[in-house]
Antibody
Framework: QVQLVQSGAEVKKPGASVKVSCKASGYTFTGYYMHWVRQAPGQGLQWMGRMHPNSGGTDYAQKFQDRVTMSRDTSISTAYMELSSLRSDDTAVYYC????????????WGQGTLVTVSS | EIVLTQSPGTLSLSPGERATLSCRAS???????LAWYQQKPGQAPRLLIY???SRATGIPDRFSASGSGTDFTLTISRLESEDFAVYYC??????????FGQGTKLEIK
C-alpha cells in the first residue's frame, strides 16, 4: 500500500532553516510528482511547490520561490522540503502529497510535520 | 492567479440530510483539473473527487460532484456522522500552479 511517512515535529528560531523529509513506499517513487502543502493553525491549505523525483525538476509557488528548496534521494525514495529564513508566520503543518498523473488531484498524503517558529 | 471561493463558509445540517457545497473560480478552470478534499481535525486531507466528477478510490457513492467553467458543486446525498468535516476545492492552472479554496466547514446541526 502507498505510504508517505514524514519526519517529526521541529521547533526553530526566526531566521533559521528547516528540512522536512517524506519517505515514500508502496509505489514507484520516480513515477509521480511530489507536492508540498502547508496549513497554518486554524487556516486553509496552501500549495508550496512540486518536484518530479525522476528528473529533480521543480516548480515553486511564487510566494516561496526565494526560500524553498525541494530535493530527493531516489536511493531511499525520500523527498525533502527545505524552507529558509523562517518567520513566525511559517508556523504550520507541512504535508507532502503524491500527485496523480494527468489531473490535479493529490491522492496520498503524508501525516504532516508541525514546524513551530518561535524565539 | 485563479481564486477559488467556497460557499457557504459553514453549513449546519443533520445526519441523513443532503449537503450541497459550492466552489466558484475567478477564471474558467478546466474540468480535468478540479478536485475536492475532505479534512478532519488532526488529519491530512483526503482526496474525494478529481477531474471535477470522478470519485477517488474508496470514496462512497453518496459523494458526487459536478460543474464546469467557473462553477463547481460537491454533493453529499445523505449525511453520515463521519462526513462532518472541512471540505476544500482545488484547481490546477497558472501561477501558482495549484490553488485551494478557503474551505467549507460542514457541522452537525
Amino acid at each position: 500500500q502507498v505510504q508517505l511517512v514524514q519526519s517529526g515535529a521541529e521547533v526553530k528560531k526566526p531566521g533559521a532553516s528547516v528540512k522536512v523529509s517524506c519517505k515514500a513506499s508502496g509505489y514507484t517513487f520516480t513515477g509521480y510528482y511530489m507536492h508540498w502543502v502547508r496549513q497554518a493553525p486554524g487556516q486553509g491549505l496552501q500549495w508550496m511547490g512540486r518536484m518530479h523525483p525522476n528528473s529533480g525538476g521543480t516548480d515553486y509557488a511564487q510566494k516561496f520561490q526565494d526560500r524553498v528548496t525541494m530535493s530527493r534521494d531516489t536511493s531511499i525514495s525520500t523527498a525533502y522540503m527545505e524552507l529558509s529564513s523562517l518567520r513566525s508566520d511559517d508556523t504550520a503543518v507541512y504535508y507532502c502529497a503524491r500527485g496523480m498523473g494527468g489531473t490535479s488531484g493529490f491522492d496520498y498524503w503524508g501525516q504532516g510535520t508541525l514546524v513551530t517558529v518561535s524565539s | 492567479e485563479i481564486v477559488l471561493t467556497q460557499s457557504p463558509g459553514t453549513l449546519s445540517l443533520s445526519p441523513g440530510e443532503r449537503a450541497t457545497l459550492s466552489c466558484r473560480a475567478s477564471q474558467s478552470v478546466s474540468s480535468s483539473y478540479l478536485a475536492w478534499y475532505q479534512q478532519k481535525p488532526g488529519q491530512a486531507p483526503r482526496l474525494l473527487i478529481y477531474g471535477a466528477s470522478s470519485r477517488a478510490t474508496g470514496i462512497p457513492d453518496r459523494f458526487s460532484a459536478s460543474g464546469s467553467g467557473t462553477d463547481f458543486t460537491l454533493t453529499i446525498s445523505r449525511l453520515e456522522s463521519e462526513d462532518f468535516a472541512v471540505y476544500y476545492c482545488q484547481q490546477y492552472g497558472s501561477s501558482p500552479l495549484y490553488t485551494f479554496g478557503q474551505g467549507t466547514k460542514l457541522e452537525i446541526k
